[in-house]
C-alpha cells in the first residue's frame, strides 16, 4: 500500500494569520495605556485625630500618715503559776478548776488540810504567853529587889558599927570578950555579903529583861509565820481568770513548791511585734534617748490597731504600744510590744471591738498596724493604676501625659504615691497598652476615690 502524502502550508495565508495577531496585541497595548492615562488618582482626604475614651478619677492631694505592718502572737500578760506553800492533803477543790474553767478573784480554789497548823499555832500562842509573863515577874523582881537594897544596906550599916563599937571597947578598955568581937564580925560580913549580892542581882535584871524580850520577839514572829501556815492552807485567786492548767485532786496529798494550777487573765493581751530598722526608724520615727528612762522616744505618741488573721478587725480595741523589748542585730530587727485591752479591762476604758470582731485570745496570731509619722501631698490611687515602671498615665487638660511618681505607701488595693502632680489631674484607671504622649481623651469619671480621714486620734 503506498503512503498518503503530506499535505502542503500555504505561505499567505499563514502571513496573514500571524499580523492579525500582532495587530491586536497592538490595539490591547494602546488600549490599556489610553485608559491608565485617562484615569485621575483619588484626592487624600485629610488624617482626623481619633479621641481614646478612659476612666479617671481625680487627683486629690493630702496629708496621711505613714503606717507600718508585722506580725506576732497574742500572749496574756498575767499568767500565774499557783504553787501551795505548805504541805498536805487537798480536802476541797474548787468546781471549775479544770483546763478552761472560769475563776473570780478572792474565790477558793484550793483548801489543804489545817489540824497541824491550827495546833502549832496554838503552841506558838502559848509560847507567847509565856514569854511575857516571864517579863513580867523579871519586872516585878527588879522593883522589889530595888526597894529591898536600901534595907539591906541599912542592915550592913548597923552590923558594921556594932562590930566596930565591940572591937573599940575590947581593945581599948578590955571590956565584953573576943568571942563577942568576933561574932560582932562575922555577922557584919555576911551583910555585907548579901548587900554585894543583892546589888549584882539587880543589875542582871535589865540583861534578863532584854533577853527575855527577845525570846518574846521570836515567839511572836514564829506565831506569825505558823498563823501565815495557817492561811496558806487556803489558796485564793490572785485575780479573775482562765484555768490554763491543773493537776491537783481532792483527797491526794500535795507538797511545797509542786505546781497545782496555772492561770491566765485575757483581759490584758500583748503582742511582740517585730519591725525592720525602716519600719522603726523612718516610719514611726523612734529615737535612742540615751541618760534618760526610756530607752526609745516616741512610742507613747504611736496610734495602732490588731487585725486577727481571720481579718476581723479590732479597730476600736484600746491598743497601745506599751515598750521596746528588745533589738535583734542579727535581723536588724526592733520588737515592740503592744498591749491590748478587752473585757472588763476595755469596757473601763469604753472601748469595745469592731462590729463582727473576736475576742483576742493567748495564741492567735495578730497582724498589727502601727501609724507613723505624717507625709503630704500624696495622692491615693488605684494600685492597678501604677504602671510597672513607676509611672501613672494622668488627663491633663483632656491631654494623655505620662507622669513619674514614688511610692509612698500601700494599703490593700490602693497605693499613695507622690509626683509632680498640678491642679485638675485625673488619674486614668482605665487598662492602656503603649498609649500615644499627648492624645485627646474623652474622660469619664470612675467612682469616687475612697477618701481618707484626716488623722488625728489614731489609724482607721
Known sequence: MEPTPKSRTNPVRTLAMGLACIMVIAIGIFGMKTLAASKRPPGEKPKKEGDLTVSA????????????????????????????????????RHPALEQGGMVSKGEVLLKIDDTDYAITVDKAVAEVKLSENAIAQYRMSYARDKDRLDAVRKTTQLGKAEYL??????????????SEVETAEKNYNTYLDSEKSLIKTISLYPLQIEEAKSDLAQDKA?????????????????????????????????????????????NVVEIQVPLSDRDAFEVLGLRHTPGTNTWFSGLSAINCRIETITGKSFAAMAARVHRAVRYDETTRTLYLAVRVMQGSDMEKNGSAPGQGGIPLVEGMFCKVYFQGRPVPDVVKIPLNALNPDDTVFLARDNRLKTLAVTQVMAEGEDVY????????????????NNPIENTRLVVRQARAAVQIARVSGGPK
Open 222 to 266: 514564829d506565831l506569825k509565820t505558823v498563823k501565815l501556815n495557817l492561811e496558806r492552807c487556803v489558796i485564793t485567786a490572785p485575780f479573775s481568770g482562765r484555768v490554763k492548767a491543773e493537776s491537783v485532786e481532792t483527797g491526794t496529798y500535795i507538797s511545797t513548791g509542786t505546781s497545782a494550777l496555772t492561770l491566765t487573765d485575757d
Open 57 to 92: 478619677v481625680p487627683a486629690e492631694k493630702q496629708t496621711i500618715r505613714l503606717t507600718a505592718m508585722g506580725y506576732g502572737q497574742a500572749e496574756p500578760v498575767n499568767v500565774l503559776e499557783i504553787c501551795p506553800q505548805v504541805s498536805g492533803n487537798i480536802v476541797r
Open 165 to 178: 563599937r565591940l572591937k573599940t571597947l575590947y581593945e581599948s578598955d578590955r571590956v565584953g570578950t573576943l
Open 417 to 432: 504615691v507622690s509626683g509632680e502632680f498640678e491642679q485638675g489631674d485625673s488619674i486614668i484607671t482605665t487598662p492602656l
